[in-house]
């Protein structure tokens, strides 16, 4: 009969233990990759001088990490007629499943004021269409992805020259 070194039995343990922690490191999310994020338009306000202020909502939809925005650089249509170009650099941080804003004011496109005023008290399709550049965490280098967003604002009861 054959009689096993006693030995062996904690170096079996000792081995298992190394593949499992190798394999739970696996899981700490460093490999974990940000989801495609998007940008829409939260409200228009129609200035007294003419501008536009867009405030302008970013949402991380990455389940597991925050993402920081650096740029938007999107050309903005009202009924798809030009309304005006956004560019803003926020520096926002937004956490993983969350959202926040900032405002961009610009001058609008000529065509984009007339579809405004032509919608009167009635929705506005709007797009926006550019790029956004964002990073993974609050240090991630910054990364371009395409934006594409589509939807309807509509204006503020009793409130003039709003447009949500």
């Not at 009969?1 to 999310?29: D, E, H, K």
């Not at 940000?34 to 939260?42: D, F, G, N, R």
């Not at 000529?110 to 926006?128: C, D, I, S």
């Not at 790029?131 to 009793?158: C, E, H, I, N, R």
């Amino acid at each position: 009969m054959t009689r096993r070194s006693s030995r062996s039995a904690p170096r079996a343990r000792v081995s298992i233990l190394a593949c499992a922690a190798l394999l739970l490191a696996g899981c700490t999310g460093l490999g974990t990759k940000l989801q495609p994020p998007t940008a829409s338009i939260q409200q228009l306000a129609v200035n007294s001088d003419g501008t536009w202020a867009a405030i302008v909502r970013f949402q991380n939809y990455s389940y597991d990490t925050g993402m920081h925005v650096y740029s938007i650089d999107a050309n903005l249509t009202l009924d798809d007629k030009p309304a005006g170009h956004i560019t803003l650099s926020p520096a926002l941080d937004i956490p993983a499943m969350d959202a926040d804003i900032a405002t961009a004011t610009f001058t609008p496109d000529t065509a984009g004021a007339a579809a405004l005023a032509a919608a009167k008290r009635n929705a506005v399709q709007y797009e926006l269409k550019g790029s956004l550049s964002v990073g993974k965490g609050t240090t991630g280098s910054a990364q371009s992805f395409k934006l594409d967003g589509k939807g309807y604002m509509s204006p503020v009861p009793g409130v003039s020259n709003i447009w949500r």
